[in-house]
């Protein structure tokens, strides 16, 4: 009999599902009986398996949670609960004690969670900081299992007395990316930088950095992609070196595999990355990666194998680092020429995932 898992997050679904999703739930549902508790994309309440609410601003999502989740343990009766970050196995422990229930709880880890009020959205955030730390650490030390993705999350979780039951990166759709043999490196100079604009991205910084380099090598471009609440940084950068700029609030899939493609290299200047999951698009892309030296990214970025790394935080040696790449075709040559076999180990498929979260709701059984 398969055991029974609800799966808990604040990921946006659309249904019905595109392919790629598709693929992942269909492997899950075919090693477990689940069921999923998530935010509507498209203000749809879900099906038989999704049970989707609207979405709502952080704190009012995670103070709703516990209610949810409740009421789902109630109808479902899951063996084992999997919460997609600690803060959701905050609401899961509130909602196990209202439903009466033994289920188990299984938490992912795939980053600093303490980065969710330091580096994102409102300055305000702060103000939650250390009320949100403790319960979030104190959510990995009760959980029945812990899962990692890196080597990095796996020594936050181990900063806190915790063995992760099982490290291994999620499934995510780099069909794109992988399906097709990597181009040759563009004739121009060409960056980008694709991410949400957050503070955790150091949105800033790639912006102060380009500012030294676009004088320096005025034949290149930064390619920036993504949205969120730095715009005003990326529009002042924009309306200052417009010739060396384009800026794109969202690309497809495939439209991303273009642009890394178009490009000499990635640039990554975050200061904290459980992984870094759009390195790995670019090293299968065979392009160099420019980044931070901190959080999970050299876990993926090998220092002058694959990329180049930097202090985080240091402007003027990302400048550098950016510089050297974009100028120097023998150096970007020969880190591309190693970046898509290093990123093979990264690369999950939906069955593989699965069987592994399987190993996971069994640790947390046992």
């Known amino acids: 009999m398969k055991r029974r898992a609800l799966f808990v997050g604040r990921t946006r679904y659309r249904l019905p599902l595109p392919p790629a999703l598709m693929r992942k739930w269909d492997a899950l549902g075919d090693v477990l009986e689940l069921r999923v508790v998530a935010t509507s994309a498209d203000g749809s309440r879900g099906d038989g398996t999704f049970r989707l609410v609207r979405p709502l601003p952080g704190a009012l999502f995670y103070a709703a949670l516990p209610v949810l989740v409740a009421r789902e343990l109630r109808r479902f009766r899951p063996d084992v609960v999997l919460a997609e970050s600690p803060y959701e196995a905050v609401a899961v422990l509130l909602a196990r004690r209202v439903a009466l229930t033994p289920a188990r709880l299984a938490v992912d880890v795939h980053g600093d969670w303490r980065t969710a009020t330091r580096l994102y959205g409102s300055p305000r955030r702060r103000l939650l900081s250390p009320f949100a730390d403790r319960l979030a650490a104190a959510a990995i030390r009760r959980a029945d299992a812990v899962r990692t993705i890196s080597g990095h999350t796996t020594a936050l979780v181990r900063k806190l007395g915790r063995e992760p039951a099982a490290t291994f990166v999620g499934y995510s759709d780099l069909e794109h990316f992988a399906r097709t043999p990597p181009v040759a490196l563009p004739e121009r100079p060409r960056a980008i930088f694709i991410?949400?604009?957050?503070?955790?991205?150091?949105v800033e910084g790639l912006a102060a950095a380009w500012r030294r380099v676009a004088p320096r090598v005025p034949e290149a471009t930064l390619h920036i992609v993504g949205r969120g609440t730095q715009r005003a940084v990326i529009e002042a950068l924009v309306r200052?070196?417009?010739?060396?700029?384009?800026?794109?609030?969202?690309?497809?899939?495939?439209?991303?595999?273009?642009?890394?493609?178009?490009?000499?290299?990635?640039v990554l200047p975050s200061p904290l990355e459980g992984l870094g999951r759009v390195?790995?698009?670019?090293?299968?892309?065979?392009?160099?990666?420019?980044?931070?030296?901190?959080?999970?990214?050299?876990d993926v970025v090998r220092d002058d194998e694959n990329g180049l790394l930097v202090e985080p935080g240091d402007t003027a040696a990302l400048a550098e680092a950016l510089e050297r790449v974009l100028t120097d075709r023998s150096l970007a040559q020969r880190l591309a020429a190693s970046a898509?076999?290093?990123a093979e180990p990264w690369v999950t498929d939906p069955r593989e995932f699965a069987a592994k979260t399987l190993e996971v709701?069994?640790?947390?059984?046992s």
């Open 279 to 298: 390195a790995v698009e670019a090293l299968l892309r065979a392009r160099p990666v420019v980044a931070s030296r901190s959080g999970g990214i050299p």
């Open 340 to 342: 898509r076999a290093s």
């Open 195 to 202: 991410g949400v604009l957050e503070r955790y991205k150091n």
């Open 240 to 266: 200052d070196l417009p010739a060396q700029t384009e800026w794109d609030e969202w690309l497809e899939p495939e439209e991303v595999g273009e642009a890394l493609d178009a490009s000499t290299a990635l």
């Open 361 to 365: 709701v069994e640790a947390a059984l």
